[in-house]
């Protein structure tokens, strides 16, 4: 089973930028759809952005297009948030996952606080 491991995250000021990382080791890195959630206390988990295995094709959550851009690199094993234009409501605990047909599995989450 994978094993995912996200760094990157901190404070920030509103109107800047950070950028997540997300290490995987154990398997095929290849063979995932690699993806990043949030969540907020008190609230559902949030896509934010997606990443093909196969393609690379991306989507991302209407609350953070044209601001944030999600990148694989499958030679490090890893997986990219690079995010800018910060809003205070971007602040949230964001969350690694990785899934294809056989497991679903998600990374311990790294806080990101955006202030003003």
């Known amino acids: 089973q994978v094993q995912l491991v996200e760094s990157g995250g901190g404070s920030a000021q509103s109107g800047g930028s950070l950028r997540l990382s997300c290490s995987a080791s154990?398997?095929?890195?290849?063979?995932?759809?690699m993806s990043w959630f949030r969540q907020v206390p008190g609230k559902e988990r949030e896509l934010v952005a997606t990443i093909g295995a196969t393609d690379s094709h991306t989507t991302y959550g209407d609350s953070v297009k044209g601001r944030f851009t999600i990148l694989r690199d499958n030679a490090k094993n890893s997986v990219y948030l690079q995010m800018t234009s910060l809003k205070l409501e971007d602040t949230a605990v964001y969350y690694c996952?990785?899934?294809?047909?056989?497991?679903?599995?998600w990374g311990q989450g790294t806080q990101v606080t955006v202030s003003s």
């Open positions: 154990g398997v095929n890195f290849r063979r995932y759809r």
């Open positions: 996952n990785a899934r294809d047909i056989w497991e679903d599995s």
